[in-house]
């Protein structure tokens, strides 16, 4: 058991996915092989203190972990200096080694880049998507961009800011067309996310994706439905079996992505296996374009004549029991232990 390496599980952050994060890290810990892998929790708050949590388990699934009886202050030791984080015992840092970090954050201030960058800096192994591809894949607009360069179609979009003339605004969504979306650029689980079927709901819809980021695109609402690959690195590149999202009205928000209220997912999904196969080369080319690495899930829609078109990429997905990437994992044989253990060999393994 001395031998075990020590990985840090980020969890918590400055995002609206603060309580998704919770859930996802607790289900990793309690997936997570203790005979190979020590966890170390890393809890940050909502207002954005990082702490070493020594608590019960439980308590980050309840959200109460933050307490001055189970967290020290922490931070990461700046320096490449082996991977170090500092325990703040009043006006003295005690080290404490970690072998590697894995990041369960969702959303901005943890799935975007910044955090991968500075765990890079102090020469801390990552687990799961490096700097550049995490920054990329939150950044809507440029990922559309860089995977259309491989040739697989994107939607229709155009980007704004805050305080951008809503006339020309409402020119360039006619140029799209009815029913189109509009996003913020940098945000997930479908936050400030809206579907607009007509130029008099565009304003209040840009207002809802404004609070989430300053840039907004504006999408074409693509026939179809969306279907989802799981792609995980160990012996090459695995892909999991292709899941699909069937919704009974609307779209797959916030909510339903949650609780399934009047949605299903069905892995696999109800599609020819020729077809199957096809997403699954096409989420390859797409992780590949995106320099992805350790794992991902790559969303698609699948159009009413059989047209693939990309979506987003999540460059750390859900990791609840009940989230899609281990379920399409699971239907490939891959059980949730065996994808945490892949991901971090492949980071501290090397």
């Keep these: 058991m001395g031998k075990r390496k020590k990985i840090a599980v980020i969890f918590g952050g400055c995002s609206p996915e603060y309580k998704v994060s919770l859930q996802s890290a607790y289900a990793v810990a309690g997936h997570m ?7 170390v929790f890393v809890g940050i708050s909502p207002e954005g203190t990082w702490y070493r949590f020594g608590g019960e388990e439980e308590k980050i699934a309840a959200d109460t972990w933050c307490n001055a009886g189970d967290c020290i202050p922490a931070a990461v030791m700046p320096g490449r200096s082996g991977g170090c984080l500092l325990l703040l015992r009043g006006d003295k840092a005690e080290k404490c080694h970690i072998d590697g970090a894995f990041p369960v954050l969702h959303g901005k201030n943890g799935e975007d880049g910044t955090v991968q960058g500075m765990l890079e ?8 998507c490096g700097t550049l591809s995490s920054a990329l894949c939150m950044d809507k607009d440029r990922a559309h961009k860089l995977v259309s360069l491989e040739g697989i179609r994107v939607p229709k979009s155009f980007v704004l800011e805050k305080g951008a003339d809503m006339g020309e605004v409402c020119a360039k969504a006619e140029e799209i067309g009815y029913p189109l979306f509009v996003k913020p650029v940098k945000a997930g689980s479908s936050f400030g996310v809206t579907k607009v079927y007509g130029a008099e709901e565009l304003p209040a819809a840009v207002e809802a994706a404004a609070a989430y980021d300053r840039k907004i695109i504006v999408e074409e609402g693509i026939s179809g439905f969306e279907v989802g690959c799981a792609l995980l690195e160990n012996n090459g590149l695995t892909v999991g079996e292709v899941d699909e999202i069937e919704l009974a009205d609307g779209f797959f928000d916030f909510e339903e992505k949650y609780t399934l209220r009047t949605s299903a997912i069905h892995v696999p999904a109800r ?47 859900g990791f609840t029991a009940h989230s899609r990437f281990p379920n399409m994992m699971k239907a490939a044989g891959i059980s949730f232990g065996q994808i945490l253990s892949d991901a971090i060999e492949k980071a501290v393994g090397r």
């Design 271 to 317: 599609i020819a296996s020729e077809k199957a196969e096809e997403i699954k080369r096409t989420a390859r080319i797409i992780y590949k374009a995106l320099d992805c690495s350790g794992f991902a899930r790559v969303d698609m829609f699948l159009t009413d004549s059989g047209e693939i078109v990309f979506n987003e990429v999540n460059t750390i997905p």
């Design 121 to 128: 800096l102090a020469d801390i192994p990552v687990v799961g």
């Design 33 to 39: 092989d203790r005979e190979k892998y020590e966890p």
